[in-house]
Structures are given as structure tokens and as C-alpha cells.
């Protein structure tokens, strides 16, 4: 039985940055893939980034594309999600991910078995 646990939301000013973690704990070897999903109130839950597999190969969603970033540390069994530049947009509490999908299914979250509690972030003056 594999766990998610996020930590590192918070409230931050527009143009600020934050990092989130997410640390996993049991069996994630062989190919297991984390990924970053968010939903802001009265909106579906969006893909944002997936570290794919052992590959270390990240995929990102357009609207996050080169503001944010994703990695994987193998040892600590984490993976980050460091955000810069928020917009109020990007408020949502984030969740965790983790599974088995395959590369055209990065983007949908029923290719992902195990999920995280979530985190709150809110980009606000």
C-alpha cells in the first residue's frame, strides 16, 4: 500500500513563488510515476505535472509550463513541485499523485491509483 503525503501550501503574493513535496511511502519502484494534480473551487481537477516513471522525464500542463517546476528525489522517495511566479489562478488546493499510467495517459487522473490528502494554495494580495 503505497501513501502520498503533501506539505508546503500556503498564501502567497502574485509573482511569489512556493515549493510543494510530496513524500511517498511504500512500494513506488518498477516504473511508478508522481504526478501534480490541482482543483480550484467549482472546477475539475487538472493535470500539472507528472515526473514519469524512473525516467526522470517531466511533463507539464500548458498553463504551468515554464513557470513551474518538477522533481524527483529517488533516496528521499519525494517528489517537488517548485512554483514561480503565481498567478491567482494557480489558487487550488493540489494533490499528490501516484500510479502506473501510461505516456499518453499522463494527463488523466484515472491512470493514477494512489492520491494525497491535498494541499491549499492561495495566490492572493
Known amino acids: 500500500q503505497v501513501q502520498l503525503v503533501e506539505s508546503g501550501g500556503g498564501l502567497v503574493l502574485p509573482g511569489g513563488s512556493l515549493t510543494l513535496s510530496c513524500v511517498a511511502s511504500g512500494d513506488t519502484s518498477s516504473g511508478y510515476s508522481l504526478a501534480w494534480f490541482r482543483q480550484a473551487p467549482g472546477k475539475d481537477r487538472e493535470f500539472v505535472s507528472v515526473v514519469w516513471r524512473n525516467t526522470g522525464s517531466t511533463y507539464y500542463s500548458d498553463s504551468v509550463k515554464d513557470r513551474f517546476t518538477s522533481s524527483r528525489d529517488k533516496a528521499k522517495n519525494t517528489v517537488y513541485l517548485q512554483m514561480n511566479s503565481l498567478k491567482p489562478e494557480d489558487t487550488a488546493v493540489y494533490y499528490c499523485?501516484?500510479?502506473?499510467?501510461?505516456?499518453?495517459?499522463?494527463?488523466?487522473?484515472?491512470?493514477?491509483?494512489?492520491w494525497g490528502q491535498g494541499t491549499q494554495v492561495t495566490v492572493s494580495s
Open positions: 499523485a501516484g500510479g502506473y499510467p501510461i505516456l499518453s495517459s499522463i494527463r488523466n487522473s484515472r491512470g493514477y491509483r494512489h
